[in-house]
């Protein structure tokens, strides 16, 4: 279907539309047209990925700049799906516009998915797989085999340099499987190919991390510009991203095996003395001139470059200390040592960056400037080594990363140290963690440096959180409620058991035999009523393991066995995706299950239960985060001082964008359906923070629930949704045909017309004259159908 | 299995290399090293070797002299770099120029690494008679330098040391100070709503509703109120906190050294110009017109006598004076043109 948002023509590649896409398209317009960022939040299920692109590659083709679009996804399947989706798009253009239309669209994932050496593919880890490649990708391999030495390439790499740079791969929209099949039948790299042609593409959609992670975003976002449209999508965690990115964790065990990678520089090093030494000579000098900037050239096997920003880019020259290499190496041999002597504390330690340089000082001697050359240092000497197998010397890279990182940022980082695994543990085994407090220290280069950003996802409630925590001034902030037909999904609150006790997981009263007893009741009425599959959340791991055993003890479980399956999500993913797949067996052949899960594990996050695979979602408690953790209290004393943000404001934000994204799995479109159960006290008085089209569907007399009522009203919707239900009753009100949008167009001008004409009027002080001119169209549904019918016939 | 985590291989295994006791038999042992030959003992065999006196060590082959004074615990695992620690210490103790006394980044890169290749002769025992002959000779002749740049780096630390612990103290107090505000805000809600409930308790049935949502709209008008309150303090504090931090920026401190074979690169140091006496007009200088030229005296019937006057004399007044402020008097106002000045006040 196609049709205009102001003058600019979008093709959609669906005949319908919902109403809130169309709203969506529209503000995304007005965003992309003012030059700023914004913050929209879509519900779930309402085809956001579509609009999204259907909107943005109109935009691109329509208007001369041709404004290269930077999709960011979560997750690998996701990256699969919008692939897919834009596939479709660009099909339906191609077919709608009669001609193909000068396109590109590359995914990008990491070597490990997109490898198809014979060898190297095989590998199971991520990091062994890159290290595999450099090794046989590396520039100076390539050099020394032209120069007759005996070493092994990659022929899909090789092939890579016959063809055009800038066409490796034909216009089109490629899938990551598709890649990986024109790879295999031209036999070129995927990865490579993906990565060469970025600066050829109109689309690209990654994972966040190519753009978040300064480590990795140096080298492959590098040359993106600036008027590029940026989008991350679910993007309701993206502070946690961010945080995470910045984030090293240091263990004894890392420490023991960098100390053994410096040995191994070290003997390198002689070795090289004794054979190559113009080589180490050369490096020198260029570290002298302060030339390695230049010198570089960025080569995409790079070994790890500065985690620094990219703004914050040392241009100076490597101070005079670490110049030399045997230098620099017994300077690492001392940090190193330096940190095995912190990890020998018997209490927990919290310390700022700036005590601890001084600490360092006082000990080894080790000033911040030749710190915070560390890591660039370090990837000057790998190069200069030439060395081969790179993933021996990832702990050490680490603790280069950590030097770096410590000796740059004063403010926003926290260095805990905390000997024992849990508080209960006896052994120590130390770990140093080196947080990030500030999630806005990682996404600001992507603030500055791109015009527009879009955050989006289906809950970003309360939607003012995320620009004052990451840091930007948002042009537009929209949250779209969901048009339906009928009520396709029942949101409650229950905060009482049928004994109107009441119910919670706060930690006082959530091991009460009454109020595990009430939540057990709760699902096993709802295991009675529900068809096919339910959803359980529980806020941790821990809580979910007392429950269960108490449950086993009360004989609740036997109670619900008679009904449904009951599986269990673990810490493990191989476990939990097992369950899954029994899970999805047992809802399809209609024995129905049970799957309890865990608000911040991965199934809450990335699985979708649609249709019969979640009629009905629990969450059992509200999400807080655990925070007795040190590095929650930091974060929480950090965004306190700094973002005025207090304390319990952010802890029940956090603990309801998770409640909302559990919520959000069971409703994955508008012809599913679904029950929504929050059971806990306390969220009667958090519902303002739930997204806005789950709260508006809450009618007042649903807040406050006992089991019981929960249970029939779950019931009498049940039986309503089971009626049957045409998708032609939708039309109109939850999706719209063409003729639909033009009515709301003209509606929409009609009103703005009515408007300045109204201002026209109070301007010139013509009371008493009323103009019945403008006469809005009120009988909106009458003579759709016929409209709608004569669509269905074309 | 013990070997899995670090503790209980550090401790369990280890033995003394002199009297072979290991910690197993001996839990509270402890371990010296003396910088002679940092070669490792137990605290006992020290005890037992070193009490009556200098003794040579009983490490085989290793034929050092050791005092027992000078024995102490090990820092760090690496026996290598302890030593190498050591010797910097020494070594920055002597060479520790600062960046500012350079005359280029590349003049004090220069000299980072001819330190660091100082040290690390003397750490692989390479060329350690010649160097330590220059580290002599580079320390007597810059003994004022290197004393300044060592109270200087003391300063540094103990502000350093001054301002964490101010900072510190800050924190603390708006910790304590959010949590105060937290319980506030719940006493009150506490306090608004049993207000509430005692005026329903009491109050005829019709006007429950409007009395709720007056309670209602009470504690949310407070709240407003005390946001709105704790947003002005805070900005407040924090323009406070930065013009503090422009106060307290460090100014770097002139420093003396003389030129020395062993650095090259130091900064010219320049004698700062002695300071000129205070000019309010800021060197602008009034046309002069000598209309007159100050005589010793002039002839006057009656200042004539004033000036034979002893007495006048001794009172202190000065005839000199006089004849100066006469003839300022007299002259004054012959430079100006009133009608020229009017002119060009009329053409602006």
Sequence with gaps: MKFFIDDLPVLFPYPRIYPEQYAYMCDLKKTLDAGGHCVLEMPSGTGKTVSLLSLIVAYQQHYPEHRKLIYCSRTMSEIEKALAELQALMKYRSQDLGFEEEFRALGLTSRKNLCLHPSVKREKSGTVVDARCRSLTAGFVKEKKERGDEVDLCVYHENLDLLEPHNLVPPGVFTLDGLLRYGEEHKQCPYFSARRMMPWCNVIIYSYHYLLDPKIAERVSRELSKDCIVVFDEAHNIDNVCIESLSIDISEDSLRKATRGASNLERKIEEMKSTDADKLQSEYSKLVEGLQQAEQAREEDQFISNPVLPDDLLKEAVPGNIRRAEHFISFLKRFIEYLKTRMKVTHTISETPPSFLTHLKDLTYIERKPLRFCAERLTSLVRTLELMNIEDYQPLQEVATFATLVATYDKGFVLILEPFESEAATVPNPILHFTCLDAAIAIKPVFDRFSSVVITSGTLSPLEMYPKMLGFTAVMQESYSMTLARRSFLPMIVTRGSDQAQVSSSFGIRNDPGVVRNYGTLLTEFARITPDGIVVFFPSYLYMESIISMWQGMGILDQIWNYKLILVETPDAQESSLALETYRTACCNGRGAIMFCVARGKVSEGIDFDHHYGRAVLCIGVPFQYTESRILKARLEFLRENYRIRENDFLSFDAMRHAAQCLGRVLRGKDDYGVMVLADRRFERKRPQLPKWINQAMLDSETNLSTDMAVSNAKNFLRTMAQPFQSRDQEGISTWGLADIEKHEAKRKAEEERATHQQFMNGHKMDGVVTSTVEVEDEYDDDIDQDLMMLDAQ | ?348
């Design chain 2, 1 to 348: 299995m013990a070997s899995k985590n670090g503790i209980s291989r550090r401790d369990e295994d280890e033995v003394c290399p002199v009297c072979k006791s290991s910690r197993y038999l001996n839990p509270n042992m402890r371990f010296l090293i003396n910088p002679e030959c940092y070669h490792k003992m137990c605290e006992s065999c020290v005890d037992r070797i070193f009490s009556s006196g200098p003794s040579s060590c009983p490490v085989a082959g290793c034929r050092k002299t050791l005092r027992k004074n000078r024995f102490r615990a090990q820092t760090f695992e690496d026996i290598g770099v302890e030593r190498e620690v050591d010797i910097r210490r020494r070594v920055m103790h002597i060479l520790n120029r600062r960046e500012e006394e350079f005359d280029s980044k590349r003049a004090y890169d220069d000299f980072l690494e001819q330190r660091e290749e100082m040290i690390a002769n003397l750490v692989c025992r390479t060329d350690v008679a010649r160097t330590e002959a220059q580290l002599q000779r580079y320390a007597t002749e810059n003994m004022q330098s290197i004393r300044a740049n060592q109270a200087i780096e003391e300063e540094e630390a103990s502000s350093f040391q001054a301002r964490m612990t101010l900072e510190q103290e800050e924190a603390r107090l708006r910790r304590q100070l959010a949590r105060e505000q937290i319980e506030n805000e719940r006493r009150e809600i506490q306090a608004g709503r049993e207000d509430m409930l005692s005026r329903l308790a009491s109050g005829s049935s019709a006007d429950a509703a409007a009395i709720a949502r007056e309670g209602h709209k009470v504690l949310l008008k407070k709240s407003s109120a005390r946001r709105s309150e704790e947003d002005r303090i805070r900005q407040k504090q924090a323009a406070l906190r930065g013009s503090e931090l422009k106060r307290s920026g460090l100014s770097a401190s002139a420093d003396m050294a003389s030129s020395s074979g062993l650095i090259k690169g130091l900064r010219k140091i320049k004698t700062p110009e002695p300071e000129k006496p205070y000019d309010p007009f800021m060197g602008y200088v009034p046309e002069k017109r000598d209309y007159y030229t100050l005589q010793q005296s002039y002839p006057s019937v009656y200042l004539d006598r004033v000036k034979n006057d002893t007495r006048v004399a001794a009172g202190g007044y000065d005839l000199r004076e006089y004849y100066a402020r006469t003839m300022v008097e007299a002259f004054a106002g012959l430079g100006c043109f009133v009608e020229d000045e009017v002119a060009q006040r009329s053409v602006a």
